[in-house]
């Protein structure tokens, strides 16, 4: 099926997270990109242990890894800050691993919208990522201002990016230009209008 909407986008920063004590990661030029995630990256791995974000599973149990990659937008996080009345918000504060820029809305772009990178790397969403009190404490200690550690989630809601989980392995950079390829959507709600049916194929 071909994508409702094309968007390009390009990257402005990607990061590594390699201490598994710290949520903070670290710029890096490029970034090899696995079926496990991103090389070096402590979220890597196809399976990972559920935790307060899995209610349906008890906590440690091992389920499939689709949350390999964490992408937020420079505009959503200069809206953030402004939120919070700081100057910045960086990337590496939250545990971001990838920051692109010119993609309108990225927070809200659905489940199942490819990121597909010059290099051959080809991300899907799995959906948002929701702002929480670990993110702000690491803000607040990032930024030398304990008040941000609260502020934080509120103002970051529905800015806060996504996760993604990879599709196609390759390189990423900084500057590279990233396609969003947004599938077309449709409304499910239980008893609702079944669709109907396609028109047949005339024959030539």
Known sequence: MKPECRLTGRVVETLIGADPAS?????????RVTFDGFEGDRHGGRTRLANARDPRYPRGTEIRNDRQ????????????????????????????NLLLAGVP?????PPG???VFPREAVLVVRGENLPCRSAGDAVAAESGRPELASRFPRAALHLRGLVACVERPGLIGVGDAVRVEVP??????PGGPVPPTAPAARRA
């Open 105 to 109: 809305r990225l927070t809200g772009l």
């Open 69 to 96: 990659v964490t992408v937020v937008s420079a505009e959503e996080l200069e809206e953030a800050a402004r939120r919070m009345g700081v100057s910045e918000l960086r990337a590496a504060w939250i545990g971001a």
């Open 113 to 115: 919208t490819r990121l």
């Open 184 to 189: 077309a959507q449709r409304t499910w709600a």
């Open 23 to 31: 949520l903070v990661t670290s710029p890096r030029e490029h970034v």
